[in-house]
């Protein structure tokens, strides 16, 4: 498409932009606006910002229409549209995947016209984060709609490519607009935009330049054919780091001696013998959490928790190695569970402290404080403490008021001080006394008699029992987050000793696991369970 | 200080005759407003037209050179009264303000203004906030001006249109002693596009000269009998010579009269919308040269019914295209064809969406149906756009493989860093303990509160009537006291009379929440009379507890940072257990953080160049100590507090996370100790340019501390590999 081949048949280009607030996406609109004034083009932008500046979405609407000769202002103008129209809007940028998905479903990307930009980046919707559990949506099932519903589709992750050359997002879509030849304009025309622009142009230009050069890859990659052939790994949702890569599952599952260090050994090697492949890799992560958690003894314990779970998954299992593996997975998170002596030992490590620095950007030049928000409960305190102090200490209401009025208002500790960090390091090496603590032995007895349910339910109901093991999450959390999940958990233990028998219990257990999940005050459980 | 400057804009109100003006539609309204010699000008801000005010209070040098006065009115209502300075006098005169909202609240000053009648030109701007992106309920500005005789523009939506429109509408207020109302579409504020300027204009009669001479005729005033001899004057002398004025000028349009017998009667808003269906069916070129009669009402009201018999007479059938209900136009014009005996069929929300907003797909759909009726074989059926082609011809994704389930919404929401965000926080924390209470809402950021994660609000009855909305909810044998809320805008505007001053006289012993950000924010962040900063032009710093002391509040209180959540959250227990009878008013304070960090970014970025000490604070969550319950969020919602995948390999639920636009505002601290959530929550504090006193401090440190980590790292080895 040159400019002045048009006719006054043909409608102007058309480009619809989806944005956050605060993404610049006005910025955007000025400069593309801007460049085609420039090069003698009818150009025009509408938004409909109101509130939706507020981090809401924002679309912005530009019409382009070239110099056609007999075109004159206020005399001979092409009128051009405030609104889009589906079906014709050539080209779609959008700032994040979900706006992406939202510009689909107004239908303003069609298969036959429209050359679709977007940022694989996700921001998280507020239903997405507010979940008590895992409520994001399947990225893969929004890019594939993007592929099937564009004629052209450029997707990358520009926001990165932005904070990269620490820009803003807008200047990197810029660059991917450039370098999909959608718009009749040379690179140099951007450029100069930007240039007059005149707001933070060195850092723009550079992230400009990097997200051109992955448009006009991933143009030339797919040609001009009609399916986009642009593929796209980000996986069914954002890749978990813990999902690690296939040679080192193998190399775990092969030879699981090779990644611990030599107080494990032996138990590596139990592993092997005894653990079957499809469960090693989560298994010898349990051996390892539970004996950095506590001691070797203790990851001995989970390991002979979890064979007994093995074994029952030879005889009863369908192959899947659902059980062992989720048995496995949540009896070495409940052993692991989240006290004062964890919670000390984790922020005092030196990785926690790179990790910190790390993510506050800080410079060589630069120093850095961190405080630590804690705010211990009279329970969580007890709960540390010998079995027989902490009871004491519950029953005595003197004592446990005057700790309360001490935490009431919670506490501010700047670990990267001397006194802060003792203090933490100090509750860190209580670790010798956790066997005889009041919460130590609780919970042992709770992972007991949950496994025993595992146990006599998988040999009768296979599927069951799975779901039992499942149950283990919906506990989690500190103080009254944790308190609920507990008392949630024991609604659904309650039921499933009334229904363990009939034949959809498996189903029955998963919909009460899913409803606790639901909600915090366990009000959608309550309603299932009719309590 | 507004949100948006306009101080680099502005310079192009100087524009003069023949220069090529470049700019959003209220740039250019504003220099049309110079262009037409205005005296005064009034309003106040609000969405789409928030920045016609912006404009002009960064024009101020501009306005000054020419003797135009302008006013940050403190209602739509004191704007629109502003206006009785062209009753008597020779001044032409503008008002802005959000429609329909700011005009509800005028419309006692505009019914007023319009019996009397005016000698200058007065024109009222409206902002139609009406379909995608409002914020309002969804009303016709038209009612108002069919109800006190005010004539309505409706111009197309390009520069040059409505640039001629305001300086079309001063001459029309003035030719027929009627105030103007110019109706300005949602997009059309927001227009980027250009027009041909010329020069601005000093007014001859000056405001002095109307303060010097003053003049008055009792005629003007409204009370009787004076006011039914302007009823009488509206339709015998006022609406006959606006009728002439708006035929002798020609400003509604004809285009292809003759072309076919059948055409289309349009607002002239909607023209660019129809032009574009038209044309993608074969119908128009993209100049507009339309293949189907057309008549632009460039004005919607009144109708001129010599012109509509003109278009319609000789026609089979005629579609009117009118955007909203109810459909006063359409019966209006049944009732010219009837009474002209025209038996012309009219067609309009029989074809086109009886309600909702007139989108190109909605228009083309009509359009298409019309034209089949009269003029099928001017339809060729092989080209039909993707919109209107018959479902299976339709190209991906127009009602398909859109995923439709993966699609959440995403309304506004607190900034990161809103101060107004821990006033919820803690109120939905004191409610856990306290039970719930009606809340009544009220128009601002605060809002947002009706949403998730706090799902806090029951009604909202407009703008600075929060406390007004839970006046009735009043039984003093109730445990239970009622909760309001007000912004400091909607304070000033009104609630300091309609909520507060209406509660101590009538004994209410409810709780109010005035949420003082020291700006009116929602608008766009203008100056108020409590606002914190001082400005040369207005006068501030005018506090809002002094007010409600005034009014005869007892318990009264202001907290200066609403990020103390325990704090706040103790207040709004007093507050409702107090047994101190009569209004308790708390004044949450702290400033819009977008006003904030625009403010405080550049200054900090100075310190760090010139090698001050300066400390960056931000928020951060251990991975290893969040069990991905995400209840942090739930009493927060902060967008730079989210989630990101769990990097345990063990765990499967995301864990929460801060990102890096985070502002340290500490939200997420208050909150994890008020709610007593986890210990993964930590404070960053990263000092540039350190003093040698931090360089020691940290050396020592490092030291001691990296002995001890080396220590645990020893005890540790031996179990990764």
Redesign the interface.
Same mark, same amino acid.
């Given at each position: 498409m040159k400019p002045n081949s048009k006719t006054p048949q043909d409608r102007p280009i058309t480009l619809a932009l989806l944005a956050m607030g605060g993404e610049g996406g006005g910025v955007l609109a000025d400069w593309a606006i801007d460049m085609a004034e420039r090069n003698g083009f009818f150009a025009q932008t509408t938004s409909v910002p109101g509130v939706a500046q507020r981090t809401g979405t924002t679309v912005y609407y530009l019409e382009f229409y070239p110099d056609d000769g007999i075109s004159r202002l206020g005399s001979h103008e092409p009128i051009l549209s405030t609104m889009a129209m589906p079906g014709e809007v050539d080209i779609v940028v959008a700032s994040e995947l979900m706006e992406a998905g939202r510009a689909i479903s107004r239908g303003f990307v069609t298969s036959d016209v429209t050359t679709l930009i977007t940022s694989t980046n996700r921001v998280y919707s507020m239903t997405e984060r507010t979940a008590l559990g895992d409520g994001r949506v399947d990225s893969e099932a929004i890019l594939k709609s993007a592929k099937d519903s564009s004629k052209k589709l450029i997707a990358a992750d520009f926001a990165k490519v932005a904070e990269d050359s620490s820009s803003v997002i807008s200047a990197a879509l810029f660059g991917a607009l450039a370098g999909s030849n959608a718009l009749p304009f040379g690179k140099e025309h951007f450029i100069a935009a930007i240039e007059r622009g005149g707001v933070g142009v060195k850092s723009s230009i550079a992230a400009f330049e990097k997200s051109f050069e992955i448009a006009s890859a991933l143009i030339k990659s797919e040609g001009k054919t009609q399916s986009s052939a642009v593929s796209v790994q980000i996986g069914s949702k954002p890749v978990n780091p813990g999902e690690i890569s296939q040679e080192e599952q193998s190399k775990i599952i092969n030879d699981p001696t090779s990644v611990v260090g030599y107080k494990l050994t032996n138990l590596a090697a139990q592993v092997k013998s005894e653990v079957p492949e499809s469960a090693r890799v989560m298994v010898i992560n349990g051996i390892k959490r539970t004996a950095d958690y506590q001691s070797t003894k203790y990851a001995e314990r989970y390991l002979s928790r979890v064979l007994e779970i093995a074994k029952i998954e030879a005889q009863d299992g369908n192959g899947s190695g659902r059980l062992l593996n989720e048995t496995a997975r949540y009896t070495a998170l409940w052993m692991t569970y989240e006290d004062t002596i964890r919670v000390a030992d984790l922020k005092t490590r030196r990785s926690r402290f790179q990790r910190v620095n790390a993510e506050a950007r800080v410079n060589k030049e630069q120093l850095m404080e961190v405080r630590e928000y804690l705010h211990p409960m009279s329970e969580e305190i007890a709960d540390t403490l010998p079995t027989p102090i902490g009871k004491w200490i519950l029953r005595t209401k003197v004592v446990t008021r005057s700790i309360e009025k001490i935490t009431a208002n919670g506490m501010i500790l700047n670990t990267a001080s001397i006194g802060g960090y003792l203090l933490l390091y100090t509750l860190a090496r209580l670790k010798p006394i956790r066997p005889r603590s009041l919460r130590f032995n609780l919970e042992q007895e709770r992972i007991d008699s949950w496994l025993g349910r595992i146990k006599t339910l998988a040999s009768t109901n296979y599927d069951l029992a799975c779901e039992v093991a499942e149950c283990a999450n919906v506990i989690k959390g500190y103080g009254d987050t944790h308190r609920n999940g507990w008392r949630n958990f024991t609604f659904i233990m309650d039921e499933l000793d009334r229904i363990a028998a009939n034949t959809d219990a498996a189903v029955r257990v998963k919909d009460l696991r899913v409803a606790a999940l639901a909600d915090e005050d366990g009000i959608k459980l309550r309603a299932l369970l009719s309590l | 200080m507004a949100e948006r400057s306009f101080a680099t804009e502005v310079g192009k109100l100087r524009a003069s005759e023949g220069e090529?003006f470049?700019g959003e539609g209220i740039l250019a309204v504003t220099k049309a407003l110079l262009q037409s010699g205005v005296s005064y000008v009034g309003g106040y801000q609000g969405?789409?037209i928030s920045h016609l005010m912006d404009v002009l209070g960064d024009a101020k040098e501009i306005l000054d050179e020419l003797g135009v006065h302008f006013e940050n009115s403190a209602s739509e209502a004191t704007a629109a009264a502003s206006l009785a300075a062209s009753v008597h006098y020779p001044l032409r005169g503008a008002v802005t303000f959000k429609s329909t909202v700011g005009t509800n609240v005028a419309s006692d000053a505009l019914a007023n203004l319009a019996s009397g009648g005016v000698t200058g030109g007065a024109l009222i701007i409206v902002g139609e906030?009406y379909?995608?992106?409002?914020?309002i309920m969804q009303e016709r500005s038209h009612a108002f001006a069919m109800k006190s005789q005010i004539w309505l523009l409706d111009p197309r939506?390009?520069l040059?249109a409505i640039v001629d429109s305001v300086e079309t509408g001063f001459k029309l207020s003035e030719a027929s002693n009627s105030p103007v109302m110019l109706q300005l579409?949602?997009?059309?504020c927001?227009?980027?596009?250009?027009?041909?300027a010329k020069n601005n204009i000093k007014p001859k009669f000056t405001l002095r000269d109307a303060m010097e001479n003053p003049v008055r005729d009792t005629n003007r005033i409204v009370l009787p009998p004076a006011s039914f001899l302007h009823e009488q004057e509206k339709v015998t002398k006022r609406w006959p010579a606006a009728v002439k004025f708006i035929q002798d000028n020609k400003i509604n349009e004809f285009f292809a009269e003759g072309a076919a017998d059948f055409g289309i009667i349009l607002q002239g808003g909607l023209?660019?919308?129809v032009?574009?269906?038209l044309?993608?069916l074969g119908l128009s070129?993209?100049?507009?040269?339309s293949k189907i009669p057309l008549y632009v009402l460039n004005v919607t009201y009144p109708i001129i019914d010599e012109e509509v018999v003109r278009f319609a007479k000789d026609k089979k059938g005629v579609l009117l295209v009118e955007e909203g209900q109810p459909d006063y136009i359409e019966q209006n014009i049944n009732a010219v064809l009837r009474r002209a005996g025209i038996t012309t069929a009219l067609h309009g929300k029989d074809l086109l969406p009886v309600a909702g907003e007139y989108?190109?797909?909605a228009v083309?759909k009509g359009l298409l149906e019309f034209v089949r009726k009269f003029g099928p074989e001017l339809l060729n059926d092989e080209k039909l756009?993707?919109?209107v082609?018959p479902s299976g011809d339709?190209?991906?994704?127009?009602?398909?493989?859109?995923?439709?389930?993966?699609?959440?919404?995403?309304?506004?929401?607190?900034?990161t860093g809103c101060p107004e965000r821990p006033i919820f926080t803690a109120l939905k924390l004191a409610e856990r303990e306290t039970g719930k209470h009606h809340v009544s809402a009220d128009i601002g950021?605060h809002l947002?509160s009706i949403?998730?994660?706090f799902n806090i609000g029951a009604t909202t009855m407009g703008y600075g009537l929060g406390a007004a909305g839970a006046a009735a909810l009043h039984d003093t044998s109730s445990e239970k006291r009622t909760i309001s809320f007000m912004g400091d805008g909607g304070f000033w505007h009104n609630g300091l009379t309609s909520g507060i001053g209406n509660a101590v006289f009538n004994k209410n012993d409810g709780l109010v929440v005035v949420v003082d950000n020291a700006y009116s924010a929602?608008t766009g962040g203008q100056d108020l009379l409590s606002s914190a900063s001082s400005s040369e032009i207005r006068s501030t710093k005018h506090p809002i507890e002094r007010a409600v002391r005034g009014v005869g509040v007892e318990w009264a209180k202001t907290v200066t940072n609403t990020f103390k959540v325990?704090e706040m959250k103790k207040m709004f227990k007093d507050a409702l257990s107090t047994k101190e009878l009569g209004p308790k008013v708390i004044v949450a304070q702290s400033e819009c953080t977008l006003n904030k960090t625009r403010r405080e970014r550049p200054l900090m970025a100075k310190k760090v160049k010139e090698g001050k000490r300066v400390v960056r604070e931000?928020f951060?969550i251990?991975p290893?100590?969040c069990?991905?319950?995400? @209840?942090c969020? %739930?009493i927060n919602?902060c967008?730079s /507090?989210?989630?990101?995948?769990?990097?345990?390999?063990?765990?499967?639920?995301?864990v929460a996370a801060i990102l890096?636009t985070c502002v340290g505002c500490g939200l997420?601290?208050e909150a994890?100790?008020a709610?007593?959530?986890?210990?993964s929550?930590?404070?960053?504090?990263?000092?540039?340019?350190?003093s040698p006193w931090?360089?020691f401090? @940290?050396k020592? %440190?490092n030291f001691?501390?990296?002995a /001890?980590?080396?220590g645990?790292?020893k005890r540790?080895?031996?179990?990764?590999?």
């Open positions: - | 090529e470049f969405a789409p906030d379909g995608e992106g409002s914020s939506p390009n040059t579409r949602l997009r059309s927001h227009l980027h596009g250009r027009f041909i023209f660019n919308t032009i574009r269906a044309q993608l070129d993209v100049y507009g040269n989108t190109p797909a083309i756009p993707a919109v082609k339709k190209p991906n994704s127009i009602n398909s493989v859109a995923p439709t389930e993966q699609i959440h919404g995403r309304p506004p929401s607190f900034c950021c947002f949403l998730p994660p929602a325990g931000r951060g251990d290893d100590t069990t991905g319950d995400h @209840s969020i %739930r919602g967008p /507090l989210t989630i990101a995948a769990n990097p345990d390999p063990m765990r499967k639920d995301p890096n997420c601290g994890a100790h709610a007593v959530l986890c210990p929550f930590y404070k960053t504090s990263v000092i540039s340019n350190p931090d360089q401090k @940290s020592l %440190r001691i501390i990296g /001890l980590q080396t645990i790292e540790l080895s031996g179990i990764e590999a």
